[in-house]
């Protein structure tokens, strides 16, 4: 079946420094790709969508310039948290859209900013 | 604006026992109705789409337009069937997943 990873798993940051979490589809060509945040024990929260060869689209009230979303290939979108800060704790879930329209989840990063 | 409403944050039921996930929705359009599924410390799994309505794990859900509803259930509730479920639709058309705030099944022995 189709499967999609996240790099890290688990990452813990300074704060003000900023951090790049990967997401790759393994198996299928993704042109579309989605991030998440979800807060503990809380529901999914869309941030963005990632869209191969163009620009991400920001969720409202999602910073643009905080939350840098690069599609640069088929199978690979990356999330850079900028200036991190210890609010954007949280855990990070990239999806993508795979065969029949279906969307297929990454396993999720733990960002912790000390 | 499009809206899922899980009314349920937890819910526990014995094993064997029949269960039901309540799901309502609001969306003006047709939209496409999902259950996600996460197990603890696992990533979300697709248990059920409308469209598809096929059954994985036991779990069927149907579509009621008229309630605009899409309670999940499943005749006899396991053990391995605790976990956080999540209700979602797509809005005509887009690919993204606007979810509810999930229920938290746990099926005692």
């Known amino acids: 079946g189709a499967v999609v990873s996240q790099h890290p798993s688990w990452v813990i940051c300074k704060s003000g420094t900023s951090v790049k979490i990967e997401c790759r589809s393994l198996d299928f060509q993704a042109t579309t790709m989605f991030w998440y945040r979800q807060f503990p024990k809380q529901s999914l929260m869309l941030m963005a969508t990632?869209?191969?060869?163009?620009?991400?689209?920001?969720e409202q009230g999602v910073e643009k310039d905080k939350f840098l979303i690069n599609h640069a290939s088929l199978t690979l979108s990356t999330l850079t948290v900028t200036s991190a800060h210890p609010e954007d704790s949280s855990f990070y879930i990239c999806s993508a859209t795979g065969p029949a329209y279906e969307q297929y989840f990454g396993p999720g990063t733990r960002l912790t900013v000390t | 604006a499009q809206r899922v409403t899980q009314p349920e944050k937890l819910l526990s039921v014995f094993k064997g026992a029949p269960v039901e996930l309540k799901c309502n929705y609001s969306?003006?359009?047709?939209?496409?109705l999902f259950w996600y599924v996460q197990y603890s410390r696992q990533r979300l799994e697709l248990l059920v789409r409308h469209i598809s309505r096929e059954s994985i794990k036991g779990f069927t859900a149907d579509l009621n337009k008229g309630e605009t509803s899409f309670h999940l259930k499943k005749p006899f509730a396991q053990e391995e069937d605790s976990a956080m479920y999540y209700c979602?639709?797509?809005?005509?058309?887009?690919?993204?997943?606007?979810f509810g705030k999930g229920t938290k099944l746990t099926v005692n022995p």
């Open positions: 969306y003006s359009g047709s939209p496409e």
């Open positions: 979602a639709l797509t809005q005509g058309g887009s690919e993204k997943l606007v």
């Open positions: 990632s869209n191969e060869g163009s620009k991400a689209t920001y």
